[in-house]
């Protein structure tokens, strides 16, 4: 079976005024299809620099020194403009442990859904609103047309996780 992700020795340095730090050193691992990983550590070990890595997202002062990172057969650290934005939202994505800070206050959860829809895929709005409604029925709420018409500060931090 062929690794969904594959990581190989991936190294993420953050510049901190006269000195280097090595926030990845050096990580490996891959996932299968079909399986869950997790990143377990304490507090300031890399697993949000390593996943924020995997999708290509390291911002300045961080900087990718070395790795590869393949997901889907795409090497993503490789990936630029367009393809990369094709891939990330759409193929992969990162889901915050404070994921309700990433939700906009003010529009409904399924506008929001069904907004990343229309961002990736040329459909309507009726069918990107169907997608939504689709999609949280996928996660399994128990009333995903109420999760849908609700705004962010009325759902559970997990049901937000899951939006």
């Known amino acids: 079976m062929d690794d969904l992700l594959r990581i190989e020795d991936l190294r993420v340095t953050y510049r ?20 869950t990983l997790a990143l377990v550590g ?7 620099t390593t996943a924020l890595a995997t999708l290509n997202l390291v911002a ?12 889907a057969g ?11 934005r094709a891939l990330r939202g759409r193929e992969i994505s ?18 929001q859904v069904a907004e990343m829809v229309r961002t ?3 459909v ?10 689709d999609a949280l029925r996928q996660q399994q709420f128990a009333e995903p047309e109420r999760v849908a018409a609700a705004y ?12």
């Open 74 to 84: 795409h090497d993503v650290l490789r990936l630029h403009g367009e393809a990369l």
């Open 94 to 111: 990162m889901i915050f442990q404070g994921a309700s800070s990433g939700l906009n206050p003010v529009m409904s959860i399924g506008a």
């Open 152 to 163: 962010p500060f009325q759902l559970s931090g997990g049901m937000a996780q899951g939006s």
């Open 16 to 35: 901190q005024r006269d000195r280097t730090v090595k926030a990845v050193d050096g990580v490996s691992l891959s996932l299968a299809h079909g399986r």
């Open 42 to 48: 304490e507090s300031g070990c890399g697993k949000t």
């Open 60 to 71: 300045p002062p961080g900087r990718i020194e070395s790795g590869r990172v393949i997901f």
């Open 124 to 133: 309507s709005r009726a069918e990107a609103k169907r997608i939504a409604l």
């Open 120 to 122: 990736h895929q040329r």
